[in-house]
Nanobody
Framework: QVQLVESGGGLVQPGGSLRLSCAAT????????MDWYRQAPGKQRELVAT???????TYADSVKGRFTINRDNAKNMVYLQMDNLKPEDAAIYLC??????????????WGQGTQVTVSS
């Protein structure tokens, strides 16, 4: 049973911080790339950050320098540290992992999302 469960969202003032967590029940977690996406009302889903099995990371330009993605393979966890939050960061944040061809796993997996609201 594959499951991605996000937590840590909430209401924060502009300039504040939140740390999102994603608990992954998925095979071969340590060799999977893991992503955080976000979706705001009326907007397309946006890739926010990726962390690969090597530990290398990439970020959307809009969050570079403010967000940090990391992982704990021993706990099957992925985190997104969000600092200096802006109102435009408000969205549902979703954890994702894609196909793992080497393990004949061709599916995309998504969590249910956690709401982040940035407002004074």
């Amino acid at each position: 049973q594959v499951q991605l469960v996000e937590s840590g969202g909430g209401l924060v003032q502009p300039g504040g911080s939140l740390r999102l967590s994603c608990a992954a029940t998925v095979s071969a977690f340590d060799i999977r790339a893991m992503d955080w996406y976000r979706q705001a009302p009326g907007k397309q889903r946006e890739l926010v950050a990726t962390i690969r099995s090597s530990g290398s990371t990439t970020y959307a330009d809009s969050v570079k320098g403010r967000f940090t993605i990391n992982r704990d393979n021993a706990k099957n966890m992925v985190y997104l540290q969000m600092d200096n939050l802006k109102p435009e960061d408000a969205a549902i944040y979703l954890c994702h992992t894609g196909p793992l061809i080497s393990r004949w796993d061709y599916r995309d997996y998504w969590g249910q999302g956690t709401q982040v609201t940035v407002s004074s």
